[in-house]
């Protein structure tokens, strides 16, 4: 099903970031858009209708849900963008701040996706966009729960893709590499400052934050996002950047513990 203009679009963690970003690029496009998040605001000026949405709340994701079907009859397309981030040592994180991880950044989005599923197996099709990242192929030393997080969204997506291919269901991954957000301030540290891990987490935080700063802004992740919804036959998964697209390609050529290490030495 290819998306078009006045289609139905649900996009997950729209009230900044990436997924205000692709909210606006769609709606923009004459799209109808309906964001979500856990305290939305919407703007009476703008296109992008706010719901209020919890990943780790089922009532309330099937609430958001029901709500579409009630104002639209369909929803065309489902944006699963939000998420938030955890760092520090594995040893030092706890069990219940991996399992928030996993709820947020993995979990919450299988449960958005099976409450949208059986509105477009009904409708004769739709598309499926997983926001992942770079970091799902790339593990970074003191993301490992994020990174696990993204690496079983992506192996979720792929299986999905070949249970609803059937029904005219189109599933792809959209990865970005480092973007200038308001994710960096927002990630919580989990090491303490006497660790002995501390000094290395430092370096490796520091290295994340300023490659974030400076990284591509959010739009360019939403024009892609773009391209994947018009795309005839989408790509399974795009990563977002020549740089990373080049990365990603040396990390499939070389031995793993090559990369492993490369990428050890920037930021173990």
Not at 34 to 45: A, E, F, H, K
Not at 87 to 97: N, Y
Not at 238 to 264: M, Q
Request: one cysteine or more; glycine letters at 8%.
């Amino acid at each position: 099903m290819r998306i078009k203009e006045g289609s139905v679009c649900l996009v997950t963690g729209a009230s900044s970031g990436i997924g205000k970003a692709i909210a606006d690029t769609l709606a923009a496009e004459g799209m109808r858009v309906y964001g979500t998040s856990r305290n939305p605001v919407t703007i009476p000026s703008t296109p992008v209708t706010m719901l209020p949405l919890t990943l780790s709340d089922q009532a309330s994701i099937e609430a958001a849900v029901a709500e579409i079907i009630a104002r639209e009859g369909q929803i065309d397309c489902l944006i699963n963008n939000a998420g938030s981030g955890i760092c520090g040592a594995i040893e030092e994180t706890s069990l219940e701040k991996i399992r928030e991880q996993l709820n947020c950044c993995f979990l919450g989005h299988v449960a958005v996706t099976k409450a949208v599923l059986p509105l477009m197996r009904k409708q004769g099709g739709g598309r499926i966009v997983f926001i992942g990242s770079v970091a799902a192929g790339l593990p970074i030393p003191y993301q490992a729960a994020y990174s696990a997080a993204k690496a079983a969204l992506c192996a979720f997506a792929s299986a999905l893709a070949g249970e609803v291919r059937q029904f005219g269901i189109e599933v792809s991954v959209v990865e970005p590499g480092d973007t200038k957000t308001g994710f960096t301030a927002g990630r919580t540290t989990e090491t303490a400052d006497h660790s002995p891990y501390a000094a290395r987490m430092q370096k490796s935080v520091t290295r994340m934050e300023r490659d974030e700063q400076a990284g591509h802004p959010p739009q360019k992740v939403a024009k892609v996002v773009y391209r994947v919804l018009r795309a005839r036959h989408p790509k399974p998964r795009a990563t977002v950047g020549l740089s990373y697209k080049c990365f990603d390609l040396l990390r499939r050529c070389l031995p793993e513990r090559w990369t492993n290490a490369i990428i050890h030495r920037m930021y173990g």
